[in-house]
Antibody, heavy 122, light 107 residues
Framework: EVQLLESGGGLLQPGGSLRLSCVASGLRFSNYGMTWVRQAPGKGLEWVSSISASGGSTEYTDSLKGRFSISRDNSKNTVFLQMSSLRAEDTAVYYC???????????????WGQGTLVTVSS | DIQMTQSPSSLSASVGDRVTVTCRASQSISRNLNWYQKKPGEAPKLLIYGASNLQGWVPSRFSGSGSGTDFTLTISSLQPDDFATYYCQQSYNVPPTFGQGTKVEIK
């Protein structure tokens, strides 16, 4: 059974930094690209960042470039999201998910963690 | 960025009803369209990928169709477990973008 377990969320003040982790089990982690998606309170889903299976390629939503950094350690089946200069609008549940092919029609996010809550407030 | 617009934003329906949710892309995305089901306090679940392919756990009352800019998610006979928010998402271009969601509520 595939499981993704996020950790590292919490309450912090504006301007602070935080590193989220997502540990995967039940799959060959090094074969999967990984992504982070967030959901602010009462809002919809928003893609944050993705990293390729090898870690050699990363992508970010434009509004977060320079503040967030994604990385992975395939030896530990873990993907990370380093967040800095945090703002109140970064308050959200952050989910990690695996990226898989969509039957020749792009990609999809097929396994998801339960999420970790990040609250940025003074 | 490709904008994804879902309609309606919410709907009320009864068990047994046929429910249709539409998703429109601001430009053609071929069939690079996925649907997710989201319940409060739970992780999103992949429902349909590639516009019309059901993920393994999904009951056959769900179906997806469309290509280009217009897509549809249909639930043929709404069941109690189906009350949730549904999101479409395009994977044609970076950044991948989601629709705003359609909340399916009990009438």
């Amino acid at each position: 059974e595939v499981q993704l377990l996020e950790s590292g969320g919490g309450l912090l003040q504006p301007g602070g930094s935080l590193r989220l982790s997502c540990v995967a089990s039940g799959l060959r982690f090094s074969n999967y690209g990984m992504t982070w998606v967030r959901q602010a309170p009462g809002k919809g889903l928003e893609w944050v960042s993705s990293i390729s299976a090898s870690g050699g390629s990363t992508e970010y939503t434009d509004s977060l470039k320079g503040r967030f950094s994604i990385s992975r350690d395939n030896s530990k089946n873990t993907v990370f999201l380093q967040m800095s200069s945090l703002r109140a609008e970064d308050t959200a549940v952050y989910y990690c998910a695996t990226i898989s092919g969509a039957g020749g029609d792009g990609t999809c996010y097929d396994y998801w963690g339960q999420g970790t809550l990040v609250t940025v407030s003074s | 960025d490709i904008q994804m617009t879902q309609s309606p934003s919410s709907l009320s329906a009864s068990v047994g009803d046929r429910v249709t949710v539409t998703c429109r892309a601001s430009q053609s995305i071929s069939r690079n369209l996925n649907w997710y089901q989201k319940k409060p306090g739970e992780a999103p679940k992949l429902l349909i990928y590639g516009a019309s392919n059901l993920q393994g756990w999904v009951p056959s009352r769900f179906s997806g169709s469309g290509s280009g800019t217009d897509f549809t998610l249909t639930i043929s006979s709404l069941q109690p477990d189906d009350f949730a928010t549904y999101y479409c998402q395009q994977s044609y271009n970076v950044p991948p973008t989601f629709g705003q969601g359609t909340k399916v509520e009990i009438k």
